[in-house]
């Protein structure tokens, strides 16, 4: 494994137009449990009596709006201040370095922006912007967490619009086709914390044709001889070694 990790030290500290693509898994790190939080399916049937992907969908918002927010409030928004990990603070450094061009993440926090990171694309959109579909007011995150009952615009009163797509809807085309095109000229691609054969990322990865695609990972997965390079364990500790040149 030694020998791995210094081999992917060097590939990274040799390329530039070095791109992201950023799982669950990191997220996984700061304590939060995602959209789709399936490291707790159980507990979620338990409490709400459906599945995440039944709950975060249009036809559930429509139908049980508040149970839908409380979903968004209690699993998704489990936590609001949380320390951004060593993958985070890694990215920056590529960025600023000038060898990382792009994160991709269907991560819906936007913590590569607070670890300095500017060219983020999210793939699902924003915890950061529910909006008013009425006069189009932004709302980010902690107002939602915050408030008493189901969220709704300050100034219209209605119910507030999630800032991030819902399963079974469409993936805003501009997003895609700049992680698509980001993917697809990247000369390294650093894959972290997510699983080649999620439909998600099977789709993307499909675009990059190189020989210098990185799997980094806390263990392993089907899939994942996909990948030229692969290493697991501790993901922010693997990004620390990785990058410290």
Not at 2 to 10: C, S, V, Y
Not at 44 to 68: A, N
Not at 142 to 147: D, F, G, L, V
Request: neutral net charge; glycine residues 8%; hydrophobic residues 35%.
């Amino acid at each position: 494994m030694d020998q791995m990790l210094d081999k992917i030290r060097e590939l990274i500290k040799n390329n530039d137009n070095i791109v992201l693509v950023s799982g669950s898994e990191v997220t996984r790190e700061t304590g939060l449990n995602g959209i789709r939080a399936d490291h707790i399916a159980y507990d979620i049937e338990e409490k709400y009596g459906y599945s995440s992907d039944e709950i975060v969908s249009t036809r559930f918002l429509s139908r049980q709006v508040d149970k839908f927010f409380d979903y968004y409030k209690n699993i998704i928004l489990n936590k609001m201040d949380v320390e951004l990990t060593g993958v985070h603070r890694a990215a920056a450094k590529l960025e600023k370095q000038g060898k990382l061009t792009a994160v991709v993440t269907r991560m819906i926090y936007r913590h590569y922006q607070e670890a300095g990171c500017e060219n983020v694309v999210e793939l699902y959109g924003s915890a950061e912007e529910n909006r008013c579909p009425v006069c189009g007011r932004v709302y980010g995150a902690r107002y939602i967490k915050e408030y008493n009952g189901t969220p709704r615009c300050q100034d219209c009163g209605v119910v507030l619009r999630p800032g991030f797509s819902l399963f079974g809807e469409m993936i805003d085309n501009g997003r895609l086709t700049k992680a698509s095109n980001a993917i697809e000229y990247a000369n390294v691609l650093l894959v972290a914390g997510a699983s080649l054969n999620s439909m998600t990322w099977a789709n993307m990865l499909r675009y990059y044709e190189g020989n210098k695609l990185v799997l980094i990972n806390t263990q392993e997965k089907s899939g994942d001889e996909r990948a030229n390079f692969r290493a697991y364990g501790n993901l922010s500790e693997i990004f620390k070694y990785i990058t410290d040149f």
